[in-house]
């Protein structure tokens, strides 16, 4: 009998690891059947879609294609919402309502709702969760529900090679200059200049990099010294190594 036990346990468990490989193997060919691209724009036809473009599935809700632009070697992760209008099925006009520049990061679950002008500068990344809008509502009349009544609307300008951390909140107006450190949790309304570090609801300057006296306050680390060109995995392990024999 404890034989039997044991081919029945082994065959349950080859069985499990069969199913886990085909469930995988299956999970990764949706992944990469559903992902959008610009030689596989599935059901959107965007304004553009640069090359290296890729919108992993599944995608968020999207609507407004026609008004979106997104530039190349973009990565839109899972679940992330872009939408050009505020309801499907509008006509906008000949301009573009969302653009995304080359080079732009947005984190899974994020939402970039445009309503009206809203753009994203190269090279910009976004962790998960960033909540974007052109579009807030208002409470001017206290006997009409808020959400019944007509919202105020302002372009956005996010400017390149800024880093949008987790769970921040870009609100209508938002002009944030070049380079530009949002801090996770963070509430933006308003002009945030160049080179600038904002953290906070709502947002302030924490720090600031000034043209002859650096970072202020200064920071209170190094900065990171890149890997130099051609170095192996296998020599940065035995370099660590002999750090540690060192000390």
């Known amino acids: 009998m404890p034989i039997n036990q044991n081919v029945f346990s082994s065959l349950t468990a080859w069985r499990r690891r069969?199913?886990?490989?085909?469930?995988?193997?299956?999970a990764r060919w949706v992944r990469e059947t559903g992902a959008v691209t610009a030689e596989r724009p599935g059901p959107y036809r965007f304004r553009r879609i640069g090359t290296g473009t890729r919108l992993a599935f599944p995608q968020g809700t999207v609507f407004g294609a026609p008004w979106i632009e997104l530039g190349a070697h973009c990565i839109i992760g899972q679940d992330v919402t872009l939408t050009a209008?505020?309801?499907?099925?509008?006509d906008l006009g000949p301009d573009p309502i969302l653009t995304l520049g080359d080079g732009v990061v947005l984190g899974r679950g994020s939402h970039v709702i445009a309503d009206v002008r809203l753009t994203i500068g190269d090279d910009c990344f976004f962790g998960p969760g960033v909540y974007v809008t052109t579009t807030n509502h208002s409470y001017d009349d206290p006997e009409t529900p808020v959400g019944k009544q007509w919202p105020?609307?302002?372009?956005?300008?996010?400017?390149?090679?800024?880093?949008?951390?987790?769970?921040?909140?870009?609100l209508p107006g938002a002009r944030l200059g070049r380079n530009v450190v949002v801090a996770a949790g963070a509430v933006v309304r308003g002009e945030v200049p160049d080179h600038a570090v904002v953290a906070g609801a709502p947002a302030r300057i924490v720090r600031r990099w000034e043209p002859d006296e650096g970072w202020q306050p200064p920071l209170r680390t190094p900065a990171p010294v890149p890997i130099p060109e051609g170095v192996t995995p296998e020599q940065l392990v035995a370099l660590g190594e002999w750090d540690k024999a060192q000390g």
């Open 152 to 170: 105020r609307t302002d372009p956005v300008v996010i400017g390149p090679g800024g880093w949008i951390g987790t769970g921040a909140v870009i």
């Open 18 to 26: 069969a199913v886990s490989r085909v469930v995988h193997r299956g």
């Open 85 to 90: 209008g505020m309801m499907p099925d509008l």
